[in-house]
């Protein structure tokens, strides 16, 4: 038992860690949106900042597969734990459909992360520290950041499926942004209502915001 709750507030700490960093990545990537010149120190200040480069890059991505693996193993134990099935129970009377499918929403997530890491960390990676070009230059000279996001949205399949993806994003942070705060015990009669409501502006502006950055991209072309 006690095993299980540990398990459970990990998986909570985890994700409170992928809020934040949600977060800060949408006010970096929005910036995109006001000042080309601004996008481009931003992403080349995180893109060569030796602390962020190798020691929070690092933590990042043990903290996306730690989830993801906590979050098939806790779903797979919560199902296995059932005596009764979800046909007998009516889970569509008494709960949402995301918080019944977190693992769908999750691994959908996870997906859209492999064509996000495709689309921009594996290119980094390669001109960084297989090239070894840290200055950040296009071959005219001039920081190449906004024009390489820029030119990614230019196609409106791939926009489509980033606009998709944000989607199942909002529908996995609806139930996801309130239940990290419950594993962690925090239930106040007060405040709990309060964090909810926080939990569903954060759940959809956020998502929403980054379909606007996509969105805007496109459009301008």
Known sequence: MKTSIARKVLMA???????????????????SVISVEGFNKVSHFMGTNPIIQYGIQPILLIGVLFHLG?????????RKARNVKYAMNKPGENSSWWSRNMIITGITIMLFLGLHFYDFWFPEIN???????????????????WEELHHKFVDPIRVGIYCLSFVFLALHLLHGFQSAFQSVGFNHTRYTPVIKKLGNIYAICIPLGFIFIAVYHYVSQ
Do not use: C, P, W
């Open 70 to 78: 906590m979050g098939i193993y806790l779903d797979v134990a919560n």
């Open 13 to 31: 700490l985890s994700g409170f860690f992928l809020l934040l960093f949600l977060l800060q990545h949408f006010v970096i990537n929005f910036s």
């Open 127 to 145: 001109t960084k520290f297989i090239l070894g070009d840290m200055s950040g230059l296009n071959g005219h000279g001039e920081f190449r950041y």
